[in-house]
């Protein structure tokens, strides 16, 4: 589950570049289910999924869809041969719940690791010269220690525990089962067999494929020799007539700001400076568009094509209503682009603020000179001409001059906020530094207004926009995807191998190689969040 459908001619085909896999979009799939609801051809809906590729705050927005759909009284029926935690919570928004009689169904808890790489660049002769404001930001640590700052621990143990608290307490509602009952199952693992999940009931009962399609046959009135008529969600959302169009006066347009912050044209799994700020100032100037709803799901990036976007939602602002969705992940500079709008909407376990900057500039000194022999000599007109220079440590001047542009970017970054979220600077510090906040907390402290939907971002924005009727436009537009395979040919190719040859260590390497590339003042939350 992505947070657009992706326009892939290649999915499912044998060759580089193409998607393994057929991906859809949460819009596209809450969409569907909504249409499913009320579709009279459309008598059952079916859950097969075992590892679902999506964070927690998308899946919560894709369960409470299935759980609307269900008020159509149609039943929905999750099977799964192996059911990791991510799957279970989105089947446990069905009416049955089946297990295969020999398959697992993990229910163990959630944890958070975060690697570090001192040891390695010690080893190596590297040394991380760290420019940061805030305690809590933490992204820096990687490179500078090797275990969990006590502020970090502190942040991390909330915010897992906050996303742990809204997973226990969904399925307690669906399960008819006491949040602290799954605790206990948790933290005991008693779910160790097929046959201890049917006794804490977990599922409803245990069952092989061709068992739920005999259930299948029952629901749709097929006899047991008789194919089942089935269509895919994929399939589905493209066959759905276009939504009425009412009037070409009424639009709300749906920004998608999905990825990391760059400057630049980005991609379709970037935040490019110049592409999301083109798609907001497109809605602007267009009069047919009343307002605007900005999606964001981000750790954040470049703290000046951040900027650049948050200028973009500002004059934006001025004309017309300005609606926030953070979905996942709007951290730091997620956090950034979307605090200027009129109001802001999260999810209970959507990661959010790390209002804090950093700045990394590696030292090879010793790599290059005492490991392998490499010395550098040369002239320069003046004192800093040669500042930050990889090959030798930092002047206390040019650390200076460091800090004090990474305290500008701060500095603006808090103005920013308090200026959006009607606070002073000192209450935005004292919340900020690089504190890590989670979706209900945020709210309480005041960085987001209300706990919500995408779809309720977007009726609050034709709400503010006083309209009764209106079509939803997306931008920016999709990037042609014939154009961006041969175009990105050669990458796509490092990608694979490089993937192929990894495996999960790929998450790793592609850590480092952003700390690598990644030029300028950041503001991003530099480790990727995976709860386990």
């Known amino acids: 589950m992505t947070e657009r459908t992706p326009e892939n001619s290649f999915a499912g085909l044998p060759i580089i570049g193409g998607s393994e896999n057929k991906s859809i979009g949460f819009n596209d799939l809450i969409k569907a289910l909504k249409a499913a609801k009320d579709d009279d051809k459309i008598e059952c809906v079916y ?37 990791s935690q991510g799957a279970y919570y989105l089947a446990s928004a069905a009416d049955k719940v089946y297990l295969n009689p020999q398959g697992a169904l993990e229910f163990k808890g959630f944890s958070s690791q975060l690697t570090f790489f001192k040891g390695a660049l010690d080893k190596l002769g590297i040394e991380a010269q760290i420019i940061r404001v805030g305690n809590y930001k933490s992204a820096v640590e990687p490179f500078i220690t090797t275990k969990m700052s006590d502020y970090n621990r502190q942040q991390v143990t909330a915010y897992v525990g906050g996303l742990y608290k809204t997973f226990l307490q969904g399925i307690s509602e669906t399960r008819k089962i006491s949040t602290d009952s799954l605790f206990v199952f948790a933290d005991d693992y008693k779910i160790q067999l097929p046959k201890d999940a049917l006794t804490y009931k977990m599922v409803d009962a245990l069952k092989y494929k061709d068992e739920v399609l005999d259930e299948l046959r029952s629901i749709t009135g097929k006899d047991k020799k008789a194919n089942i008529t089935t269509i895919s969600i994929n399939d589905y959302i493209k066959n759905l007539p276009f939504e009425a169009t009412y009037s070409s006066k009424n639009k709300v347009a749906v ?28 809605a602007r100037l267009d009069d047919d568009i009343k307002a605007i709803v900005l999606r964001v799901n981000s750790g954040g990036g470049s703290a000046l094509a951040s900027d650049v976007i948050w200028r973009e939602i500002v004059l934006s602002k001025k004309t017309k209503p300005v609606i926030a969705s953070f979905g996942d992940v709007a951290a730091s500079g997620g956090y950034y682009i979307g605090c200027a709008a009129d109001s802001i909407f999260v999810q209970p376990n959507t990661i959010t603020g790390s209002i ?37 440590p930092l002047t206390a001047g040019e650390r200076f001059i460091i800090q004090n542009d990474v305290n500008h970017v701060y500095d603006s970054f808090i103005t ?28 309480k402290i005041g960085l987001a207004d209300r706990l919500g939907s995408f779809n309720d971002a977007i009726a609050s924005a034709a709400k503010k926009a006083k309209l009764s009727e209106y079509k939803v436009v997306e931008y920016p537009e999709k990037i042609d995807p014939l154009k961006s395979f041969l175009s990105n040919a050669k990458e796509n190719i490092s990608v694979y191998y490089t ?9 790793i390497y592609k850590q480092m190689q952003k700390a690598i590339i990644n030029s300028g003042v950041q503001a991003r939350m530099d480790y990727e969040i995976q709860i386990k």
Do not use: C
């Open 47 to 83: 859950i097969n999924v075992s590892a679902p590729n999506a964070g927690m705050a998308t899946m919560l927005e894709v369960r409470n869809a299935i759980l609307d759909f269900r008020k159509s009284k149609k039943p929905v029926i999750a099977y799964s041969e192996i059911y």
């Open 255 to 282: 920004i998608y700001a999905n990825g990391d912050i760059v400057g630049g044209e980005g991609s379709d799994e970037q935040i490019g400076s110049e592409r999301i700020s083109r798609a907001i100032r497109k």
């Open 356 to 392: 804090g900057v950093f700045g990394i500039i590696p030292n090879l000194q010793n790599l290059l000179t005492n490991k392998l022999g490499i010395t550098f000599d040369g002239v320069k007109t003046g004192k800093y001409a040669d500042i930050m220079s990889l090959n030798r």
């Open 416 to 443: 920013r906020v308090a200026d959006g979220r009607k606070k002073t600077k000192a209450q935005v510090d004292s919340i900020g530094g690089g504190h890590v906040w989670i979706g209900t907390d945020a709210v």
């Open 499 to 507: 993937k192929k040859e990894l495996g999960e260590n790929y998450l």
